[in-house]
């Protein structure tokens, strides 16, 4: 009966409407019969949980449904797919904000949750106070004169005879801030208005409790508590407040009002459920996307228009489409522009307003916008495009404060960026997927070999909209704060929360994780944002897996919680991205002064770090290298060796595979096939000296074993040649040799590297003279070659008694050709061993 609960599961996941109802009732009652029918206590506890969860899901279903018939509001699709234990975890553990509990909605509370108390034994009656604290700024503590409820703030001539006063209605809103830090929240709610007023499409009967569904308004509590559905950390959550608002000792207010309604207490409601979230009045405000995201649920979207890639026309169509449908709420956002543009233009700096209408008045493309704050700056129309003479008379904005029109292009030229936040009853699919992630430290910050990747397979071409939304933490307000030195601005403080960014690839094989950018076909690529949302939007090609990057720069935290919400009008298929091959190791190491030995076109090349790869059976390849350094280009190459030695010499034909060129801060390489045994992957930089940590990544289809390579010489003695090591060759001379005394069995080989340019030579080892030498060790397979790069013979075993017994061991050096040589070669002997040596003298034989 379990197996046929989970395919219901798996089926709903993928279902709609009724079918998705009634696979979670058919699933709940299998887990019900199951339970039922358990052998031990622990597995009917089990199923019980299961059973719970697939009810609550039910649920909601079924009220998302009943909404929908009622034709109160568009039907909204609620995530199907069934949380895994490790996901319900982050939703109940992300409950918890600034000492707050703010558990995840499960149904609409009972009416009497706010019925007016018993009267205690004196006749009096006790109201709820809400316990949380709300912070005030420096400058609200001036003028705070406690916490009051409506009846005590309002007057009787404005409260007048009726308690229900402070709920009804008002027509033409005009909500304004004026102390308050959020200028975000109050343009989120300037903005959203007329998605929050009496209609059967309203907003605010799914948002705030109590509510009058007859009349459409908002009912007063009797008790004095109000519960919110608001939309954060992944779920939407209750968020409980009291009625009590900050007072003020003067004329001026903490909290948003409306300016022709001092009694409508509802948007000062909402605004304190969100500040309770957010941390206080004194918070310092973050984007108006963000914030009609956690109001309303609907989906931001943050457009940067000073972007090269913005397309105006198609931008304006869609966004003017959808506003006119009622499903678009738009708000906008300035940048850090200096004092003298605001007093010339009349516009606030890092500030948010509202978007109340979008019109085309003949060759006019033109926004209404609304300035939030009270008596505050009001375009000015310096440098505007267009005449502007739209009639608002008759409109809901008459006589409105703080109002102007401008134009698209003026628009553009003025606001860093435009919000949109979507209806997401636009589609009819959601998936939501939960998780945490520790980035890694900056060695593979550029890289994406730990970074949260997703597959998605989707039946056709329909759009699909992805957003990724970062949960808060406390330790982020503490940052924020941050603001409240003179010299931080908004946007400074905000990039220190750092960025976020999605990006989506087409792979091989297709729906495959993906090690870095560089060297994959990449179909989009948002910009980092510090904003905790980012939305995606593309089109698919049907039946063809892509997957999804989430990437990160510079978040400050050790770990984070996010949620990817996928939004379509087709069931998809999503799940974490396999990687391309199973079996991955990852070396850390170091460029040093002494190994830092810079590319191929220097000698020191081989000086870089040098690793040995072992691989058990054939397999292709994946390399990664990443490194501390942003900046530095760097290099991966893997190398044909004998038993992963140290590659004392390279030629074309050592090369098996290798990143395509040198790249900044990290690398990619792929070889198709590699037979088993052991190869020698090097790392180098572009320029010798250049230091970092880094770490290198290897992937195959078998278990690979990487592990560091000696340098060169290490655990050796290095012996030089007479002469501080240096040979000349005189004209004439092709080959010369010394002889080498070892005084016991000793490992020995040879090195020869030339300090500039010069001829290509080879170097051996060599016992005995003559016709009857022979030949014990030599560089290059015996080729001659550039020793620019350096060259190595293998290592061998000496016996001091063979060798003498035969003529001795000799070190030889030759050069292609016979002309004097100026600059000469270096030559000394590596071993581990005391090794003495001859003179140079100059040998005949050939």
């Given at each position: ?32 019969q ?23 899901l ?69 109201l ?41 209605e008002a ?22 208005v ?54 003020s ?97 009349g516009l ?14 003949g060759?006019?493309?033109?926004f ?131 960025f ?38 593309f ?14 720069s510079?978040l ?57 790869l ?10 990664v ?38 790249s ?31 770490a ?26 007479p ?39 080879r ?77 140079w ?6």
């Amino acid at each position: 009966m379990e197996a046929r609960a989970l395919n219901h599961e798996r089926l709903l996941a993928q279902a709609h409407g009724d079918e998705a109802l009634q696979h979670a009732i058919a699933a709940a009652d299998l887990y019900m019969q199951a339970a039922r029918k358990a052998s031990t206590p622990a597995e009917r506890s089990r199923l019980n949980r299961k059973c719970s969860d697939v009810v609550v899901l039910a649920e909601r279903l079924k009220a998302n449904a009943k909404a929908a018939a009622a034709g109160s509001r568009p039907l909204v699709p609620e995530s199907t797919r069934p949380l895994t234990t490790a996901e319900k975890t982050i939703i109940l553990r992300t409950s918890r904000l600034h000492g707050n509990i703010f558990p995840p909605w499960e149904s609409a509370p009972d009416p009497s949750v706010f019925s007016r108390p018993a009267p205690n034994q004196d006749g009096s009656g006790s109201l709820f106070t809400d316990p949380a604290p709300f912070s005030l700024s420096a400058e609200q503590q001036t003028i705070f004169a406690g916490w009051q409820r409506p009846s005590e703030m309002l007057s009787a001539g404005e409260a007048g005879d009726d308690p229900e006063s402070t709920a009804v209605e008002a027509t033409e809103v005009d909500l304004a801030q004026d102390l308050a830090t959020d200028c975000s929240v109050v343009a989120s709610l300037c903005a959203a208005v007329r998605h929050l007023g009496p209609s059967k499409s309203s907003l605010l009967p799914s948002l705030m409790y109590p509510f009058d569904h007859e009349a459409m308004t908002p009912a007063v509590s009797k008790n004095g508590k109000y519960i919110f559905r608001m939309y954060f950390n992944g779920s939407w959550r209750q968020v409980m407040i009291d009625d009590r608002l900050p007072a003020s000792s003067t004329d001026r207010t903490l909290f948003v009002v409306d300016r022709r309604h001092p009694r409508l207490l509802w948007p000062a409601l909402i605004e304190k459920a969100y500040l309770k979230i957010r941390g206080g009045y004194d918070f310092p405000g973050s984007n108006s996307g963000t914030d009609l995201h956690a109001i309303t649920g609907w989906i931001p979207e943050q457009i940067f228009l000073q972007s090269e890639d913005i397309e105006l026309d198609e931008t304006w169509d869609r966004i003017k489409k959808a506003f006119d449908q009622g499903s678009a709420i738009v708000t906008l956002g300035t940048g850090n522009i200096s004092p003298e543009e605001e007093e010339a233009l009349g516009l606030v700096k890092e500030h948010d307003y509202a978007v109340l209408d979008l019109k085309a008045d003949g060759h006019n493309r033109l926004f209404l916008i609304k300035n939030p704050w009270c008596d505050s700056l009001v375009w000015t129309g310096v440098g505007s495009s267009a005449n502007l003479s739209v009639n608002t008379a008759g409109s809901p904005y008459e006589n409105m404060t703080n109002m102007f029109w401008m134009t698209f292009e003026d628009v553009l030229q003025h606001f860093d960026s435009l919000y949109v936040n979507w209806n997401p009853a636009l589609f009819t699919h959601r998936q939501d997927h939960h998780f945490s992630w520790s980035p890694p430290d900056d060695i593979e910050e550029l890289v994406f070999t730990h970074n949260p990747q997703y597959s998605i397979l989707s039946p056709s071409d329909s759009p699909i909209w992805i957003l990724l939304s970062r949960h808060w933490q406390d330790d982020e307000l503490d940052i924020l704060r941050q603001r409240r030195k003179p010299a931080a601005s908004l946007s400074a403080v905000s990039s220190q929360l750092g960025f976020t960014s999605l990006s989506l690839f087409a792979t091989t094989p297709p729906g495959t994780r993906v090690p870095l950018h560089e060297g994959h076909r990449c179909l989009h690529q948002l910009p980092y944002v510090d904003s905790p949302n980012t939305l995606l939007r593309f089109t698919p090609t049907p039946s063809f897996p892509t997957t999804l990057v989430v990437s990160q720069s510079e978040l400050p935290l050790p770990k984070y919680t996010f949620t990817l919400s996928f939004l379509s009008h087709n069931p998809l298929t999503v799940a974490p991205a396999p990687p391309p091959l199973p079996h991955s190791t990852t070396l850390h190491s170091a460029w040093t002064r002494r190994t830092a030995g810079g590319s191929t076109s220097h000698p020191s090349y081989l000086l870089n770090p040098q690793f040995a790869l072992t691989l058990p059976s054939p397999t292709p390849l994946l390399l990664v290298l990443s490194t501390s350094s942003p900046d530095l280009p760097v290099h991966v190459a893997v190398l044909f060796s004998r038993g992963g030695q140290r590659v004392a010499a390279l030629t074309r034909r050592d090369l098996l595979g290798a990143s395509a060129e040198y790249s900044r801060g990290r690398a990619f390489a792929a070889v198709s096939r590699a037979d088993a045994g052991t190869y020698t992957v090097v790392a180098s930089t572009f320029e010798p000296g250049h230091t970092a940590r880094f770490a290198l990544r290897v992937s195959a289809a078998c278990e690979p074993a990487l592990a560091p390579v000696l340098a060169d010489a290490a655990g050796r003695l290095r012996t030089a040649a007479p002469g501080g090591g240096a040979v000349r060759f005189a004209a004439g001379e092709e080959r010369v040799r010394a002889r080498l005394d070892v005084g016991r069995l000793a490992r020995v080989s040879l090195a020869v590297r030339s300090e500039g340019p010069g001829p290509a030579v080879r170097a051996a080892l060599e016992v005995g003279t003559g016709p009857h030498r022979g030949v014990v060790a030599v560089t290059g397979e015996g080729e001659f070659a550039d020793a620019a790069r350096g060259l190595r013979t293998e290592e061998v075993d000496v016996d001091p008694e063979a060798v003498r017994a035969r003529g001795g061991l000799w070190a030889v050096v030759e050069q292609l050709g016979s002309l004097r040589t100026r600059e000469g070669v270096r030559v000394e002997v590596l071993s581990d061993g005391v090794v003495g040596w001859g003179e140079w003298e100059v040998a005949e034989e050939s």
